[in-house]
Structures are given as structure tokens and as C-alpha cells.
């Protein structure tokens, strides 16, 4: 029998209101499940995120997720347009069979979205 189902990110956050305007706005999440001053929980598609509050930024800035995606040439387009893409993570294909991008939110946590090749 399997036990693991799902994993969820669980993200460091400077303000969580404008963490989760951010992901609402640039990156399209547009449930939001649950928000009060310390944590938030937000959705888009099959993926939830959650996010708690911090007050030191070396918690975000060292801070990273990886979601698995289909269409990852439209999604890359879309966070292109919304000029979230990390300098350092332009769309390419990678040795270990992913094509994958990554953006940075507004606190510094970096997400990567790959598909299989």
C-alpha cells in the first residue's frame, strides 16, 4: 500500500496579506482557503500552498518548491507576463528529463514548475 498521497508547500511569509495578493495577482491563485495575520492557505488547479508568517527574510530567500505541471510552455508565457520569472530560470530543458522554469514571489521563495520530457 502507498502512504504518501500529496505533499504541500509550506512557504515563509514577511506579510501575509501581500503574499497572498501577490499569488492572487502574478501567479493566477485564486482560492483563498484560509487568512488571518499568521498563516494562509491558497489554491490554483490541483495545487494548495500555504504560507507562515516570519520576520526575518533569510527564511524566504532560502526557501524553495518544485511543482509538477502540464503545458509548461503556456505556463512559462503567462509568469513571463506577469514578470515573475527568476533571472537565473528562463525556460530550458533539463539533463534529469524536466523542462522547467523558476519565479521568485514577493518575499524571495523560489518555485520551479518542470514537466517530463
Request: glycine share 6%.
Amino acid at each position: 500500500m502507498e502512504h504518501l498521497q500529496k505533499a504541500v508547500p509550506v512557504l515563509a511569509s514577511l506579510h501575509i496579506d501581500k503574499t497572498v495578493q501577490f499569488y492572487q495577482e502574478k501567479l493566477g491563485f485564486t482560492r483563498l482557503v484560509w487568512k488571518d495575520e499568521n498563516y494562509a492557505v491558497i489554491d490554483r488547479d490541483q495545487i494548495q500552498i500555504h504560507f507562515w508568517k516570519c520576520n526575518d527574510k533569510i527564511h524566504p530567500e532560502n526557501t524553495s518548491c518544485y511543482v509538477n505541471v502540464s503545458d509548461v510552455d503556456t505556463l512559462y508565457q503567462e509568469m513571463k507576463s506577469a514578470g515573475v520569472v527568476h533571472p537565473n530560470g528562463p525556460l530550458k530543458n533539463q539533463p534529469w528529463g524536466m523542462r522547467e522554469f523558476a519565479i521568485l514571489d514577493g518575499d524571495g521563495n523560489m518555485i520551479k514548475f518542470g514537466e517530463n520530457i
